[in-house]
């Protein structure tokens, strides 16, 4: 006997479920589930934050017969505020059917984990569980976008691949770095990324963007600025990237990605500020050898409206980008991830202003008045 259309379609559609909508299956799982779920118990001189007595199923999903399983992990049912971050969920498989369970690879360990949406990617009509978490705690953590899909040949949920982790570092096999903590000594001055899900050209499936820019120190001292946007969607069978290039391209999408996603830099400034890859060879020829910049703010408080780019370069050094529309802004990164963004018409020239800028977009003028 052939399965109707309705069995087909039940089988493969994606649900959440909890102890009212299924109580059976609910049950099945925190029965299979019953020693990931028993409490820690401290062993001699181990560290209270390492032991998690309260453990639960953070949230369950299904396809057919085939779930995925979020255990959370927490040192106590109700944390303070100053343990909160003492969080992390791991993901599994289980089998409805035969009860069998296993844990997903490249999911065991996921800080502060925020569920975002059901998202269908393609090539096949089932959605990804989306989500974000934390690398490490008490660490400099990444964040990573990181979906689970599922796979019908297998009848399994597994960790979405994005790419290599090479072109870009930021795109890797289990999801998308979209943040990090750059204050740990390293080369990287500045990260920041903006991204969305969106309705695909492709009827029924969802697309990822996500724009990344870093700004690093380069071999000869100077600040080198990597600014990528990708775009992923299905195609013919198939869900790849594209790299976008056309800066109008990258502008719409900026557009859309920060109506998601707007506490990243890059949505809290003008476009024309943050798209300055293109002008870097432009800046070395402006300002071929520049003494090394300074990254505190008290540096660009004593200037003028008679004060130069020249005058501010001779004191706090090269500037780490060269943006504007129509009049050249020089942007200098400063070490607790604000900017200073100056603007004048030549070097010479008194500056038009010097604005100080928030990491959340708030803008103060550092021109000294009488």
Request: net charge negative; with cysteine.
């Amino acid at each position: 006997m052939q399965p109707s259309a309705d069995d087909v379609h039940k089988s493969l559609t994606f649900r959440w479920i909890d102890p009212t909508s299924d109580p059976q299956e609910w049950e099945a799982i925190q029965s299979a589930f019953r020693g990931e779920l028993a409490p820690d118990v401290a062993g001699p001189g181990q560290d209270a934050l390492d032991v998690y007595r309260y453990k639960y199923v953070a949230r369950a999903g299904i396809v057919s017969h085939s779930a995925v399983v979020f255990i959370g992990h927490r040192p106590a049912k109700k944390l303070t505020t100053e343990r909160e971050w003492d969080q992390y969920c791991s993901a599994f498989n289980f089998d409805t059917d035969t009860h069998q369970k296993a844990a997903i690879e490249q999911a065991a360990t996921m800080w502060k984990l925020k569920f975002r949406t059901l998202a269908t990617f393609g090539p096949a009509p089932i959605p990804d569980v989306t989500f974000t978490y934390l690398t490490c705690t008490e660490c400099e953590p990444d964040l990573v976008f990181a979906p689970l899909q599922y796979d019908p040949k297998k009848s399994a949920w597994r960790v979405r691949p994005w790419g290599d982790g090479k072109a870009p570092w930021w795109a890797a096999k289990d999801g998308l770095i979209v943040d990090v903590d750059v204050n740990n000594g390293g080369d990287t001055i500045s990260f920041d990324c903006a991204y969305g899900v969106f309705g695909s050209k492709k009827i029924g499936f969802n697309d990822v963007a996500v724009r990344c820019k870093e700004v690093a120190y380069a071999d000869s001292g100077k600040a080198k600025i990597d600014d990528s946007t990708l775009i992923y969607s299905s195609s013919d069978g198939v869900f790849r990237s594209r790299r976008v290039s056309d800066d109008s391209e990258v502008a719409a999408l900026n557009t859309k990605m920060c109506q998601q996603h707007s506490r990243s830099v890059l949505c809290s400034l003008p476009f024309y500020l943050t798209a300055t890859a293109g002008q870097s060879s432009a800046l070395d020829e402006m300002v071929p050898n520049p003494p090394k910049t300074v990254r505190e703010l008290a540096c660009f408080r004593s200037f003028t409206k008679g004060t130069s780019i020249n005058d501010v370069v001779k004191k706090c050094g090269g500037p780490d980008e060269l943006g504007g529309s129509g009049i050249n802004i020089f942007v200098y990164h400063l070490d607790d991830g604000s900017l200073v963004a100056i603007g004048g018409t030549g070097l010479k020239s008194p500056i038009l202003y010097a604005n100080h800028i928030e990491t959340g977009g708030k803008a103060t003028s550092l021109i000294a008045t009488k």
